[in-house]
């Protein structure tokens, strides 16, 4: 098998659509559906990619995990040398199951609890990005507590204008509710800086997610480095890391990606004169196109003019279409043939449960194989138990082999928390 097929994982070996060196109905028949079906040598691809393109800067890529929390793809990533980014006390327990030490934890999150916050400080994370002035002063007395000093990192609003495909998915803007709206900054850093369980060890911002132009990250960048000088005019020298987030768009249908080298010279000439360690947290562009949902069709309808292919696979699989009005691309397993339009929705009660609305796509019947494309990030991880659905498998392909890396829900699995015969207690 050629490189090319390798680094893009996923493409047709004799008609049917294969990841790497496995047919995905090979794993559909082995597993079931539906399946999310991940392509190691594509993560991998993707990860040295980025991490190619800033290695002119002293750097360090942090996968955030909320994009795909697998433990299958975390262990692929750790092997990269990897850190990762962390949201709460569920992903800190899933990073260090998966291995990361606290050194290579960077913790962030708009909400964080003074449990989860103690959890950070007591795992040694390489730095926890705080979003309010409250926040770095609940940090310096947890950490009093445990009397440790807490690297803390300030993440900042830029209020800059970002592109991103979606208004629910910008984060940078003035108004938001994330980071420290900037004209608050100087006031919680030089609260930081006279904390004594805190140490201000960095600046940080994340804009939003898939987005394709350079500036507004430019723009943050160039703010955050503002600040450091007055920082660093004002007496403040601890700064080690600049932390400029996530959001690289990736390609769901014929979208222009960001040129990553040029954004990496841009980068270098704000940051390198700055001495400070750059800090990258992607999500979607490590995982995003490495992953595919596998699902069954199981009835083919027409009604008031339009198909409907009924799947099974839906809302509950893959959220995006019908939150975000997001585009999946969706084609058969099996070789391709004839043409229709239809809408691919899934079997939940919801009007809103569809995977692709007046779709153009090839043939398709009860029985067929679907592979809806590009569900590496914010597939599996946003799925529900909606209608008491089960969770589908998790399988990640390694060159011509395969495993499941998250077993099928069983009906069990969704009930083992709920108790049948409730103890009550007097009010
Ligand atoms: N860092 C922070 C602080 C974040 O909030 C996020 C994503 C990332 C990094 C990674 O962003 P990425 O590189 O993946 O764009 N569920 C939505 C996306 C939500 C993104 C939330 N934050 C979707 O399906 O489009």
């Known amino acids: 098998m050629g490189q090319g097929v390798l680094s893009s994982g996923f493409a047709r070996v004799d008609g049917t659509l294969s990841c790497e060196g496995v047919p995905l109905d090979r794993i559909a028949a082995d597993v079931g559906t539906p399946t999310y079906v991940y392509s190691a040598a594509m993560v991998r691809d993707r990860y040295t990619r980025l991490d190619e393109a800033l290695a002119p800067l002293e750097h360090r890529i942090h996968y955030t995990l909320k994009a795909n929390s697998n433990a299958g793809v975390l262990r692929v990533l750790r092997e990269l040398g990897a850190g990762v980014d962390v949201v709460s006390g569920g992903e800190l327990f899933r990073a260090r199951k998966a291995g990361f030490e606290g050194k290579d934890i960077v913790f962030g999150g708009v909400g964080k609890t003074e449990h989860e916050l103690r959890e950070a400080l007591e795992a040694r994370v390489m730095l926890v990005n705080a979003e309010s002035e409250a926040e770095v002063r609940t940090l310096d007395r947890i950490a009093g507590e445990l009397g440790v000093v807490a690297p803390v990192g300030l993440r900042v609003n830029p209020e800059v204008t970002v592109d991103s495909s979606h208004r629910y998915i910008k984060t940078g803007e003035k108004g938001a509710k994330f980071g420290i709206p900037f004209d608050q900054v100087a006031a919680a850093a030089a609260a930081a800086a006279t904390l004594p369980h805190v140490e201000l060890v960095g600046l940080d911002m994340h804009i939003g997610s898939q987005l394709f132009r350079l500036d507004p990250y430019l723009d943050g960048?160039?703010?955050?480095?503002?600040?450091?000088?007055?920082?660093?005019?004002?007496?403040?020298?601890?700064?080690?890391?600049?932390?400029?987030?996530?959001?690289?768009?990736?390609?769901?249908?014929?979208?222009?990606?960001?040129?990553?080298?040029?954004?990496?010279?841009a980068l270098v000439s704000r940051v390198q004169p700055?001495?400070?360690?750059?800090?990258?947290?992607?999500?979607?562009?490590?995982?995003?196109?490495?992953?595919?949902?596998?699902?069954?069709?199981?009835?083919?309808?027409?009604?008031?003019?339009?198909?409907?292919?009924?799947?099974?696979?839906?809302?509950?699989?893959?959220?995006?279409?019908?939150?975000?009005?997001?585009y999946h691309r969706i084609e058969p397993v099996a070789a391709p043939s004839g043409h229709m339009t239809a809408d691919v929705v899934g079997p939940v009660c919801e009007s809103g449960d569809f995977l692709a609305l007046d779709r153009e796509l090839?043939?398709?019947?009860p029985g067929d194989l679907l592979a809806v494309h590009d569900v590496g990030a914010y597939g599996y991880v946003m799925a529900s138990n909606y209608n008491t659905r089960p969770r589908g498998a998790e399988v990640l392909v390694d060159g011509d082999r395969y495993a499941v890396v998250t077993a099928r829900e069983r009906y069990e699995d969704l009930v083992h928390l709920e108790l049948d015969h409730p103890e009550w207690r007097k009010g």
Do not use: C, W
């Not at 090839?362 to 019947?365: C, K, R, T, V």
């Open 221 to 265: 960048v160039d703010r955050l480095v503002g600040l450091l000088e007055q920082l660093r005019a004002a007496g403040v020298n601890t700064v080690r890391y600049l932390d400029i987030g996530g959001g690289l768009g990736v390609s769901y249908d014929d979208e222009e990606t960001p040129d990553l080298h040029r954004f990496a010279r």
């Open 274 to 326: 700055t001495g400070l360690t750059l800090l990258m947290e992607p999500g979607r562009f490590v995982v995003g196109n490495s992953g595919m949902l596998l699902t069954r069709v199981l009835y083919r309808k027409f009604s008031g003019g339009r198909h409907f292919l009924v799947t099974d696979a839906g809302m509950t699989e893959l959220i995006r279409p019908s939150h975000y009005d997001a």
């Open 362 to 365: 090839p043939e398709a019947n």
